[in-house]
C-alpha cells in the first residue's frame, strides 16, 4: 500500500519559512495531481494549494504569493515552500496525491498522515 510521507513542519516564529515534503513510499508510475491541504482543531480540512502534471499551480487566496507548490517527478515528491508565515498559518498540513502505481493501473488518491506547523508571534 502506498502511502504518503511528510516532513519539514516544525516550529518558527512569524515572518519565517519552511519548507515541507511529501514522497511516496515505494516506487510508483507517476503522480498526477498533488495537492496541499490544512486542518486547525474544530475546522474543516481546507485546501491550500495544487499542481497538475503539467506543472500548473493555484493556491488558496490566503496564501497566495507567500507559499509555492512544486513537484520533482524523479523524485515522487511534492513540495510546499511556505514564507512570510503568519500566526494564522498554525495548522496540522496534510499533502494529498493522485497516484498511478503502475502504467496500468487507475489514478487513486492517497494523503498523508499530517505535520503540525506551528507559527509563533
Known amino acids: 500500500q502506498v502511502q504518503l510521507v511528510e516532513s519539514g513542519g516544525g516550529l518558527v516564529q512569524a515572518g519565517g519559512s519552511l519548507r515541507l515534503s511529501c514522497k511516496a513510499s515505494?516506487?510508483?508510475?507517476?503522480?498526477?495531481?498533488g495537492a496541499w491541504y490544512r486542518q486547525t482543531p474544530g475546522n474543516q480540512r481546507e485546501w491550500v494549494a495544487s499542481?497538475?502534471?503539467?506543472?500548473?499551480?493555484n493556491y488558496a487566496d490566503s496564501v497566495k504569493g507567500r507559499f509555492a507548490i512544486s513537484r520533482d517527478n524523479a523524485q515522487n515528491t511534492v513540495y510546499l515552500q511556505m514564507n512570510s508565515l503568519k500566526p494564522e498559518d498554525t495548522a496540522v498540513y496534510y499533502c494529498?496525491?493522485?497516484?498511478?502505481?503502475?502504467?496500468?493501473?487507475?489514478?487513486?488518491?492517497?494523503w498523508g498522515q499530517g505535520t503540525q506547523v506551528t507559527v509563533s508571534s
Open positions: 499542481i497538475v502534471s503539467g506543472g500548473a499551480t
Open positions: 494529498s496525491a493522485e497516484i498511478r502505481r503502475t502504467v496500468s493501473s487507475r489514478k487513486q488518491t492517497y
Open positions: 515505494e516506487p510508483i508510475f507517476s503522480i498526477n495531481t
